[in-house]
């Protein structure tokens, strides 16, 4: 890892009350103070690079490797250090897939602890040709079941029973979604 000289380094003042407003009713400068807040606090974070992260090391070079270390992708993997390993192999899975995109990105990032789950599970639903936000928001509601979920989506849609009652069904018990699909799929018939 490059030495960082922290000696530069500023505490940033989120307080928005020392902002000058431009005109006591204007939303606008409301806003602008927000997003000028909200500047300098990723400004804030992405100057402090962490102490001894083997995990942002090797997440840092599994990118390099495979020619997927751009600024973005760095600064997300600084973001969450503890994470950037397994973040690194979710976005090269999601690129093998032709689906790393914004919003698929956006379910690794809002729960990094579970990020190998929900990369099968948009992986699954990827090739079951049901990657849409409806079942990418039903993955984010039991991340850590994501995969299981998705399989059970995948059998539904199979079966051609893929429908919001039966989302729901196995909502109710994500970490079972397989058995419940294949069960539904004997009701059916």
Not at 20 to 44: F, G, T
């Amino acid at each position: 890892m490059i030495p960082i000289d922290n000696s530069s380094k500023r505490k940033a003042d989120f307080s928005i009350e020392q902002q000058p407003a431009k005109h006591p009713r204007s939303n606008s400068s409301v806003d602008d103070r927000i997003e000028a807040i909200a500047c300098e606090a990723l400004e804030a974070l992405l100057s402090q690079e962490p102490e001894n992260s083997p995990s942002l090391d090797r997440g840092t070079e599994i990118l390099k490797a495979n020619n997927m270390l751009t600024e973005t992708y760095h600064n997300i993997l600084r973001i969450f250090p503890d994470h950037a390993e397994m973040l690194a192999h979710g976005f090269l899975a999601l690129q093998e897939q032709n689906i790393l995109r914004d919003e698929n990105i956006n379910v690794l990032l809002q729960h990094p602890e579970h990020i190998h789950n929900l990369t099968l599970g948009l992986r699954t639903l990827n090739t079951t040709g049901i990657l849409t936000g409806e079942n990418r928001e039903l993955l984010l509601q039991h991340p850590e079941h994501a995969q299981i979920l998705a399989e059970g989506l995948k059998t539904l849609f199979g079966d051609d029973i893929l429908t919001t009652e039966n989302r729901n069904a196995l909502l109710q018990y994500p970490e079972y979604s397989q058995y419940l699909a294949e069960a539904l799929t004997i009701l059916e018939d």
